[in-house]
């Protein structure tokens, strides 16, 4: 009968024959190995891919939504600008004259509008701005207050979203209404601005950096 490995050891010491029992190293099959003349992938790759991805849904959702469908509006309103697109924000004298010339179904297109690529828009504009600073900034705090200032943008165009429709549902909307819905028009430009201006001072360093 062959001895245990623990009886080998306290017969012969130091100098017994013991097999080794150790288990095999576990081999990670998701782990790419680079191969002689291939470097190995790096993760950063994929990253900055799916930056780029969330950046063009981005800025193709803001150019449907502000320059194809808010821009076609027009027509149904005899050549009157959507609230949306008031960078400096309205009155109630604007809204009595877009009541005055939309009808129910233009009233209803422009809901649709909002429920469809007005939600988009500010959601991929959030993501991909959320993605660029997660990536490219390494200070804590300041990557926080840039997170804030992205998801300050993202609540405020949703809101405005409901409160111009709001403008439109409503019998006849009040002063208060009116205001409020303006307001959230020129915040939800001012942070948009705020967002790019940030993007660029985040990226604009990292690409001297790398220049240099």
Do not use: E
Not at 16 to 31: R, S, Y
């Amino acid at each position: 009968m062959s001895k245990t490995p623990a009886q080998r050891i306290k017969k012969h010491g130091s100098r017994a024959d013991v097999p080794d029992t150790a288990p095999p190293p576990v081999i990670n099959p998701l782990k790419q190995r680079a191969t002689p003349g291939q470097p190995a992938q790096q993760p950063q790759s994929s990253a900055k891919m799916l930056i780029i991805a969330a950046v063009v849904a981005a800025l193709f959702m803001f150019w449907y939504l502000h320059l194809m469908a808010l821009s076609q509006m027009t027509q149904l309103s005899g050549g009157l600008t959507m609230p949306d697109s008031r960078v400096f924000g309205f009155d109630a004298a604007a809204i009595d004259q877009l009541r005055s010339a939309m009808d129910d179904a233009a009233r209803g297109q422009l809901n649709w509008v909002h429920k469809t690529a007005g939600m988009l828009f500010p959601l991929l504009f959030g993501l991909a701005w959320a993605l660029v600073i997660g990536v490219n900034t390494t200070r804590s705090w300041f990557r926080t207050v840039l997170w804030s200032l992205t998801g300050l943008f993202v609540v405020v165009r949703i809101i405005g979203n409901f409160a111009i429709d709001g403008l439109f549902a409503a019998a006849a909307p009040s002063d208060g209404a009116v205001a409020w819905a303006s307001t959230l028009v020129v915040i939800g430009w001012v942070l948009f601005v705020l967002c790019l201006a940030s993007a660029v001072l985040v990226l604009l360093p990292r690409r001297k950096k790398a220049q240099a």
